[in-house]
């Protein structure tokens, strides 16, 4: 009987297309609670799979402090997370955030109790 041989996965083998690593971002971002490392993490393997010399050049930062500030082992600071995002091609963008109370509720009337605020 043969033996299988496993190896670790990793994501950025995976990420191919700019559409492929923006959707991975977002779910990273919704499934971290908050966590910046987590989000930094995912940061760092999109810019494996894009090629993390040329997203430190694009970023403006030496190859060597992207790699720590992506590890998911701190938190980058957020002038740092722009860079890359910039240099990934990726945008940023912001959205209500539905509270607990607004679950359920249908989204016309969402906007018509946000609007009388």
């Known amino acids: 009987m043969s033996k299988t041989k496993t190896t670790k ?3 950025s083998e995976h990420l ?3 559409e492929e690593m923006a ?5 990273c971002i919704e499934e971290a609670n908050g966590d910046a490392a987590f989000i930094a993490k995912a940061l760092g393997d ?4 894009k090629g993390m010399s040329q997203v430190a050049r694009d970023a403006g930062l030496s ?3 992207l790699y720590k500030a992506l590890s998911g082992e701190r938190s980058p600071g957020f002038d740092t ?4 995002i910039g240099a990934l091609g990726i945008g ?5 955030a539905h509270t607990k109370a607004q679950q359920g509720v249908p989204p016309d009337r969402r906007k018509k109790a ?3 605020r």
């Open 9 to 11: 996965y990793d994501v």
């Open 16 to 18: 191919r297309t700019p």
């Open 23 to 27: 959707a991975y971002l977002e779910a």
């Open 46 to 49: 999109i810019a494996r799979a």
């Open 63 to 65: 190859r060597e402090s």
């Open 81 to 84: 997370v722009l860079k890359v």
């Open 92 to 96: 940023l963008r912001a959205e209500v």
């Open 114 to 116: 946000l609007a009388s």
